[in-house]
């Protein structure tokens, strides 16, 4: 059974301070298990995990990886800007961007951040615009078809609009070599949301022999390989959690049996976790405000996709808790809906939950990665706070909650706020 991190007495005592939509994260559990991910991969000397800043940009939570000697990895301007901020410096710092923007490779080259690069074309376009090849320099590899673990097919690279192949990268990496670049590294993301321990151990066996073929074929020697991200979680209770040390363990085997085979042993291990890092410590409370009993049962929640995304775009399941009513059975079938005037906006469909009474705090489970981050502004709807449940129970707002002035900020010309009829002379 999924329970939530926080107890019902302290979430109450939040929801005293401060009014429900908000995301809350869990510093206790993403501590131990950045420690974990730490401790899994320390037979890898130069082994780094650079957290998928999109994944979660908050500067609080990406400080506290910063203490398990995380880096970043960034996808855009602003990735980068927040990584410069909070002191990452050069090396700590993954630039693994997609149809990038010219400005953006400036800024990412002036700070020193690795730049993967996304396509056989960038090589040229990255000279052309910073005037010269970085001395090191990342490549993402897409060697097609599907991508199988055993039998079973796990996702679709063949499909997918990231990466070089394998032809086009063999040779990037000879050009790159000509035009000065001295440290060399590859990177390649080919299944998302992975939850088996297999995930990695095979895709990085993919890697190895592709860097074995590299040193062959174009005489460079790769310094350090990137798993990137993939790493799943249990979002549905019936789901087995990774186990981070067998992944560990599972690339050592491989990286023993290709690499060390061919005498490249001190090749570093790279990771982009963004999921796996902070997925399972945040969650969504919301609060029940409606019910309606029409060809369905619906629980209308003060929470809508705006502040999650995921159950609308990919139809994902969020486990949900009613706060209190651990020990009621689930006797009801639920749409759990937001306020959007979009029909998918459900947070669940014919779910069987406890009855929901009006109040009820609703913790919708792990919506620490890829949920406030992935929130818009669709039918004037404002971002919620973010909270950090601290280790010693205390609590603080990491991040306040979106105001009407924040919404309407962007007009320049034009002073939302002068031009309203003030609520006095509406009386
Ligand atoms: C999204 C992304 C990640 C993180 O993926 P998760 O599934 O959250 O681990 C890492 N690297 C790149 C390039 C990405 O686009």
Redesign the pocket.
């Known amino acids: 059974m999924k329970k939530p991190f926080v107890t019902e007495e302290k979430l109450n005592e939040i929801v005293n301070v401060f009014n429900t939509p908000f995301h809350l994260y869990d510093e206790k559990g993403i501590r131990e298990n950045a420690k974990a991910v730490k401790e899994a991969f320390s037979w890898n000397r130069g082994f780094r995990e650079?957290f998928?800043v999109?994944?979660t940009p908050n500067p609080f939570l990406i400080n506290i990886l910063k203490e398990y000697g995380c880096g970043t990895?960034c996808?855009s301007m602003t990735e980068l800007m927040l990584s410069d901020a909070l002191g990452f410096k050069g090396e700590e710092i993954m630039f693994?961007?997609?149809d990038t923007p010219a400005e953006e490779f400036v800024y990412a080259a002036k700070i020193g951040a690795t730049i993967?690069l996304d396509d056989f074309t960038h090589i040229q376009f990255l000279e052309d615009t910073i005037g010269y090849i970085p001395e090191t320099i990342s490549c993402?590899l897409n060697p097609g078809g599907v991508f199988k673990i055993s039998n079973s097919i796990m996702d679709n690279p063949g499909d997918a609009k990231?990466g070089f192949t394998t032809e086009q990268i063999i040779e990037g990496y000879k050009i790159l070599k000509e035009k000065g670049a001295k440290r060399f590294g590859i990177?390649a993301?080919l299944a998302?949301?992975t939850v088996t321990n297999d995930y990695y151990p095979t895709l990085a066996k993919t890697l190895f022999e592709t860097v074995v073929e590299i040193k062959e074929k174009a005489g460079v020697e790769i310094s350090f390989i990137n798993l990137?991200?993939?790493?799943?979680i249990p979002y549905s209770p019936d789901q087995l959690p990774n186990d981070i040390r067998a992944i560990g363990e599972g690339v050592k085997k491989v990286y023993d049996e290709v690499l060390g085979a061919a005498g490249m042993n001190d090749v570093a291990i790279y990771t982009?976790?963004?999921?796996?890092?902070m997925?399972p410590y945040g969650c969504l409370v919301t609060k029940a405000i409606h019910e309606k009993h029409t060809h369905k049962e619906y629980i209308g929640v003060d929470a809508c996709a705006v502040n999650l995304m995921r159950p609308a775009m990919y139809g994902a399941y969020h486990h949900i808790t009613v706060m209190g009513k651990d020990n009621h059975v689930c006797d009801h079938t639920y749409d759990v809906v937001g306020s959007l005037c979009e029909n998918n906006d459900k947070f669940a469909i014919d779910r069987k939950l406890p009855k929901i009474d009006m109040g009820d705090l609703l913790v919708i489970h792990d919506t620490g990665?890829?949920g406030f981050s992935m929130g818009y502004n669709y039918n004037g709807k404002l971002k919620s706070a973010e909270i950090l449940l601290k280790e010693d129970g205390s609590f603080e707002l990491i991040r306040r909650a979106e105001t009407p002035k924040d919404y309407f900020a962007t007009f320049d010309c034009f002073d939302v706020f002068d031009n309203m009829r003030s609520l006095e002379d509406l009386d």
């Open positions: 650079y998928a999109k994944a990895d996808s693994s961007s997609n993967n993402r990231y990177h993301f998302s949301n990137s991200g993939g790493v799943g982009e976790m963004g999921r796996f890092m997925g990665a890829h």
